[in-house]
């Protein structure tokens, strides 16, 4: 069975810093995605970034980029220049290629990110 | 436009007592989700459809019971609710196989539900 660990259940970071959050994950697939979600206080899941595993290029989305080690099963998530919007509770997710026929999202339990004005 | 919608977004409801919670979405996705959120935020599965065909029917009581009335439309209807069914539930779609963005779920605004 699947599963996705995020070690650290609170951080925080001062507004304009880099914080860097945390996933690792195992597997016995080699084809698969991972995500991390963003919940904010309005309890919306809101899709901050995807990577395909067959890519070894770490996906990036303006102030939001990975650190994918396919090797290590691990899939940290940077925040650069943080803002107060950052704050939330973010959750790495895993699911397997869909050609495998699953179609499960499996979570981590969360961060919760607290942005230091 | 609202991508993924449900309806409603808050139900309070006493213990015994049934109620549907309605999910739509206008992505022309073919699969559907529900899952439930804790009150420690853990997210886990409970049903997947494909193409209005279960497909994911996680441990979850025969209270609960999904209808897909076309691929669009995923609705969650409970029985007999229990204080221990309090919780987020969030419906959600993906496209499954096939590219780039596919597999990637999209979420609706979750419905929290609490039961007295």
């Known amino acids: 069975a699947q599963t996705v660990t995020q070690s650290q259940p609170e951080m925080s970071v001062q507004e304009a810093e880099t914080v860097t959050l945390s996933c690792t994950y195992d597997?016995?697939?080699?084809?698969?995605?991972l995500f991390w979600y963003k919940q904010p206080p309005s309890r919306q899941m809101i899709l901050v970034i995807r990577?395909?595993?067959?890519?070894?290029q770490n996906a990036t989305e303006n102030r939001f980029s990975v650190n994918f080690q396919k090797a290590a099963k691990s899939f940290s998530l940077k925040i650069s220049d943080s803002q107060l919007g950052d704050a939330a509770m973010y959750f790495c997710?895993?699911?397997?290629?869909?050609?495998?026929?699953?179609?499960?999202?499996?979570f981590g339990k969360g961060t919760k990110l607290s942005v230091i004005p | 436009d609202t991508a993924v919608s449900q309806t409603p977004k808050y139900l309070v409801t006493q213990m015994g007592n049934d109620k549907s919670i309605k999910c739509e979405q206008n992505?022309?996705?073919?699969?559907m989700y529900w899952y439930k959120q804790d009150s420690k935020k853990f997210l886990k599965i409970m049903f997947s459809?494909?193409?209005?065909?279960?497909?994911i029917n996680e441990t979850v009581p025969n209270r609960f019971s999904p209808k897909s009335p076309d691929k669009a439309h995923l609705n969650l209807h409970i029985n007999s609710l229990e204080l221990g069914d309090s919780a987020v539930y969030f419906c959600?779609?993906?496209?499954?196989?096939?590219?780039?963005?596919?597999?990637?779920?999209?979420f609706g605004p979750g419905t929290r539900l609490t039961v007295l």
């Open positions: 959600a779609s993906s496209q499954v196989g096939g590219g780039a963005s596919t597999d990637t779920q999209y």
């Open positions: 597997t016995s697939e080699s084809d698969y995605y």
């Open positions: 990577q395909e595993a067959y890519k070894q």
């Open positions: 997710a895993y699911i397997p290629y869909s050609g495998a026929g699953s179609y499960q999202l499996t």
């Open positions: 992505l022309g996705h073919d699969t």
């Open positions: 459809y494909n193409n209005k065909e279960l497909i």
